[in-house]
């Protein structure tokens, strides 16, 4: 499974877009990147998962680059509620696979 | 997506006792469930591998005699902690995955806090 690398932490203010970057230089062909939001004494809870290019949903954007070996979440206009920890996450494509967490990223948002 | 629900949300327990953790899919026909255990301000570690009616896989360094794992039903994966330490005081999350191809989403439980005196 490919490591990833994601700032420990963020600070941003309410209203405003927030990027969090991740690096996984050794993804495999067949590797989904997948961000997970965990809110503090919660299980994590997933926010959206990629292949290439650009995926987005009602809550985020994910960008992925033609080479694959980053990716970068954009949450838009957070507000509060938005504070809590993003893991970015590799993942091998279909069936029961392992999810392996990294350290995370704290973001706290700002009134 | 699946709803999965734990029991109990927090427990406390002397040490050398055992603590049973349940987690049970609600909606869903789980064949796999996972165990995770969370330090504070820590990430989550995987533990252990839930299958259905065989043996779970437990990850390097986890003591499978210490961290019992049953998983008879599509609905319900118990982890029993046996003889509990104070270290054993963590937060442990149970989740289960679709396995559908293509999609790796798991879906989380709310997280059981275990202390140990």
């Known amino acids: 499974l490919a490591k990833t690398t994601q700032p420990i932490s963020m600070d941003s203010y309410e209203g405003q877009e927030v990027n969090i970057t991740c690096s996984h230089n050794?993804?495999?062909?067949?590797?989904?990147i997948t961000w997970y939001q965990q809110f503090p004494s919660q299980g994590p809870r997933f926010i959206i998962q990629?292949?290439?290019t650009k995926v987005t949903n009602e809550v985020a954007s994910l960008f992925i680059p033609a080479d694959r070996k980053s990716s970068t979440l954009s949450l838009p206009r957070v507000s509060l509620s938005d504070t809590a920890v993003y893991y970015c996450?590799?993942?091998?494509?279909?069936?029961?696979?392992?999810?392996?967490f990294g350290a995370g990223t704290r973001l706290a948002v700002h009134p | 997506g699946a709803v999965v629900s734990q029991h109990p949300s927090w427990v406390i327990c002397k040490s050398g006792t055992s603590v049973k953790i349940e987690c049970r899919s609600l909606?869903?026909?789980?064949?796999?469930m996972f165990w995770y255990r969370q330090f504070p301000k820590q990430s989550l570690m995987l533990m252990a591998t839930?299958?259905?009616?065989?043996?779970?896989?437990?990850e390097q360094g986890v003591e499978k005699d210490k961290f019992l794992i049953n998983h008879a039903s599509l609905a319900l994966s118990t982890l029993t902690v046996t003889g509990a330490h104070p270290e054993d005081s963590s937060f442990y999350i149970c989740?289960?995955?679709?396995?559908?191809?293509?999609?790796?989403?798991?879906?989380f439980g709310p997280g059981t806090r275990l202390t140990v005196l």
């Open positions: 989740s289960v995955t679709s396995g559908t191809s293509g999609s790796n989403e798991q879906f």
């Open positions: 050794n993804i495999a062909t067949n590797d989904y």
């Open positions: 990629g292949y290439k």
């Open positions: 996450l590799v993942v091998l494509s279909g069936g029961y696979n392992k999810l392996i």
């Open positions: 909606d869903f026909q789980a064949t796999t």
């Open positions: 839930s299958n259905e009616g065989s043996k779970a896989t437990y």
